[in-house]
């Protein structure tokens, strides 16, 4: 993983674009930790993490560790909510995270406490719900969607 990602970098590095990696927890990169030692070793001025609240939320990440990396490795972070349960077989973790999220505010993730341990950056909806999407259609789900997101995070 490590390979690769400097490799991606190093790629990148000359179009002026920088790499975030993102860890699902059924990866070999499955938890902030994971990711952080990765994106040490890379040891590249363009590499960085995704926090994905879903992806953080489901290895039991801690804000604490969250805390203790350098703020330069974080660009942007993607919302969504869950359920409080953490599906025990990778088959859940995958299904839940390509069509089982949830507006944020509506699952139990503590959204605005992982978002209060990153610095000020800017913030990307991944809320895929095929269910939700053939119920109400794509506009009404967006809609939902950034109607709870402002509603969380609005102070």
Do not use: K
């Amino acid at each position: 993983a490590t390979d690769r990602f400097t490799r991606l970098c190093d790629m990148a590095r000359p179009l002026g674009l920088n790499i975030g990696l993102e860890y699902p927890s059924w990866t070999e990169t499955p938890n902030l930790r994971a990711a952080a030692d990765v994106v040490r070793a890379a040891g590249r001025p363009n590499a960085g993490i995704v926090v994905d609240t879903l992806h953080f939320n489901r290895p039991r990440d801690s804000v604490d560790d969250l805390r203790t990396l350098p703020r330069e490795w974080f660009r942007f972070a993607q919302v969504c909510d869950a359920a409080a349960e953490i599906p025990d077989t990778v088959e859940g973790l995958i299904h839940t995270a390509r069509d089982e999220r949830l507006v944020p505010g509506e699952g139990g993730i503590d959204i605005r406490q992982i978002l209060g341990a990153l610095p000020a950056i800017p913030y990307s909806l991944e809320i895929p719900n095929n269910e939700q999407v053939r119920a109400l259609g794509h506009e009404e789900w967006a809609r939902r969607c950034i109607e709870g997101a402002r509603r969380l995070l609005t102070p």
